[in-house]
């Protein structure tokens, strides 16, 4: 018979994730801090998820996770794909962007100075245009590098926090559901976790409550992206390569289009939305995702041991591969 979802183990680490990250969050509300005006606490924030997956895959159910959760850092074409497909994305974006009405591309650093006004601090923007005058070239190609470096090294290491429990634990176990029915629903908690910072003014500072809806708009239509690159470098890794230059790049479009507002342009806007839709579509064309969910569960030591723990408690079984849907181990 076919594995189904085990809805508890997914909803325990779900309400963990929840509890622990809104908690944390109001908490540091309460004591005077800002979304923002803290690297460690945004660290921390985005390492949640790591810390509900563990309690949940360890503590609870004294369960493997290396393997089972997809940490690999066996590295291949993927990893590179990874860290490229992330750029595509962003000149898709830019291209869309421009599509929406009264938006201009240009490199005047008026563009960047009107971004500045709009996403920070009058004092804050002032100093950021003043450094970006004194830049050789202009910002874009500093910005690109700058994310692309950061992205694979510093940005991959926090992504990683959230990778582990979206692409690793939660993928996993709603992986029965297959690929895009799974990518829809990790998409809808992933975004609806950002709620409380979007309303601080995260990625949407113009409109943050519509920006609550939007974001989740957005983290469903990356879902399917991440998810697949997962599945074809078969590791969390990659997604958090994936991911951190995503986030260390994504702000790139509001360098060079100008006119429209964070809900339109941009890579969290609509000119992203257009740009993800693309991809996914691209994805959904190949029609080849059904070949990589049963290596991404392949059969390992690992699993075996989990399958003994699982038996021992008397559990439905574990997942191992087929030609097609997963099957449990009689």
Request: no cysteine; aromatic share 14%.
């Amino acid at each position: 018979m076919a594995r189904t979802v085990n809805l508890k183990k997914v909803v325990l680490f779900i309400a963990l994730t929840y509890v622990i990250s809104f908690g944390g969050f109001y908490i540091y509300k309460f004591l005077g801090g800002t979304w923002g005006d803290s690297f460690l606490f945004g660290v921390g924030y985005m390492y949640v998820p790591l810390l509900a997956a563990l309690l949940v895959q360890k503590l609870i159910y004294r369960a493997p996770v290396v393997g089972p959760l997809g940490i690999s850092f066996r590295v291949n074409r993927w990893f590179i794909i990874a860290a490229v497909l992330p750029v595509i994305i962003i000149i898709l974006a830019i291209g869309a962007s421009l599509l929406v009405p009264n938006t201009t591309f240009s490199t005047a650093p008026d563009v960047i100075s009107e971004r500045l006004t709009q996403y920070y601090p009058e004092e804050e923007a002032a100093m950021l245009e003043a450094q970006y005058e004194m830049m050789p070239i202009h910002p874009f190609w500093i910005a690109l590098a700058a994310g692309l470096l950061g992205g694979v090294t510093i940005n991959a290491v926090a992504a990683f926090g959230e990778e582990l429990g979206w692409r690793g634990l939660l993928f996993r176990e709603l992986m029965p559901l297959g690929f895009w029915k799974s990518s829809l629903i990790i998409g809808g908690v992933w975004g609806f976790w950002h709620f409380p910072v979007v309303l601080q003014g995260h990625n949407y500072p113009q409109n943050p409550i519509p920006g609550v809806f939007l974001m989740v708009v957005f983290t469903i239509l990356m879902a399917p992206v991440i998810g697949y690159v997962t599945l074809r470098a078969r590791s969390v890794i990659a997604a958090s390569v994936f991911h951190g230059v995503i986030n260390g790049i994504g702000a790139l479009p509001l360098f060079v289009v100008g006119g429209g507002t964070d809900l339109t342009v941009g890579l969290t806007g609509v000119g992203g939305f257009v740009a993800l839709l693309l991809v996914n579509f691209f994805i959904w064309q190949k029609g080849e995702v059904r070949r990589f969910e049963g290596p991404w569960m392949v059969a390992s030591s690992i699993d075996a041991e989990e399958d003994a723990l699982a038996d021992s408690r008397g559990d439905e079984g574990s997942i191992v591969p087929n030609e097609g849907p997963f099957r449990v181990r009689p």
